[in-house]
């Protein structure tokens, strides 16, 4: 299982930096110019162990996991950076306050999400959260996000990757995942695999029709055959999400 805590210490026990959950397999590069909004979680040493989506000047979204639990203490969110080794590229922003959902226990058992609130704007374009329920239509082109593992057995990738996955079916996720809950989350994939995200993308974006539809939360393996990417259903945390962006910290 991809699930965020034992994947944080398989990342650990790895090498490299540690990553929650998820993965880009079978995608390809993509710019960050195309994709502002997309960010990553850094610890107090610079590495990348999370993503998340700039959703207002100084919000991001992200998955509940990777602030919990045995994930790193966030230090930065580091925001316009497409390769992680590239230091002179975008900017690492502090971190002000972190909201982890309160019903949150792991990530398969839903409410995996959190909003970190910066210490100033981002200085990038925000994306629009999901308004409409025919967004999570079986079909749906869906485009997934990260820096993550590009297979289970690869390191995770310097530059930021893009693949797109459509949305599947509730009940064929429920076939696939028993513990799957149709009103807290949403799955993305092909049926014979090949396409998901892996470990160190947990946190990061699944868009549609350009609004922020997932965030990428658990699974079995990395683009298994009738294994999709389990992702947080926003649109069913709009309230509580709404919220935090409200407020002021």
């Not at 994930?71 to 497409?82: D, L, Q, T, W, Y």
């Amino acid at each position: 299982m991809r699930l965020g805590v034992l994947v944080l210490v398989l990342m650990v026990l790895g090498g490299g930096a540690a990553a929650a959950d998820p993965r880009v397999v079978g995608g390809s590069r993509v710019s960050i110019t195309d994709y502002p909004w997309v960010v990553y979680l850094a610890d107090s040493n610079g590495n990348q162990f999370c993503g998340g989506t700039l959703v207002a000047p100084t919000k991001v979204l992200t998955a509940a996991h990777c602030t919990t639990g045995l994930a790193p203490r966030i230090s930065r969110v580091v925001v316009g950076r497409e390769d992680k080794r590239n230091g002179k590229q975008g900017t690492a922003v502090p971190v002000a306050e972190v909201w982890t959902h309160p019903d949150f226990v792991s990530a398969d058992r839903g409410s995996d999400v959190a909003v970190v609130t910066l210490k100033r704007e981002a200085g990038a374009t925000p994306l629009a959260l999901a308004d409409d329920e025919k967004l999570y239509e079986e079909g749906t082109k869906a485009f997934a996000l990260g820096w993550g593992r590009t297979s289970e057995q690869a390191a995770a990738s310097q530059y930021l990757m893009g693949v797109e996955v459509p949305v599947v079916s509730d009940e064929s996720c429920a076939e696939s995942y028993p513990s799957y809950k149709a009103e807290a989350m949403v799955c993305a994939g092909l049926p014979e695999g090949g396409r998901d995200t892996c470990q160190g993308d947990s946190g990061g974006p699944l868009v549609a029709d350009g609004k922020l539809i997932g965030v990428t939360s658990w699974g079995e393996g990395c683009a298994r055959k009738n294994k999709p990417g389990v992702y947080a259903r926003v649109l069913a945390y709009r309230e509580v999400i709404d919220a935090q962006l409200q407020a002021t910290g």
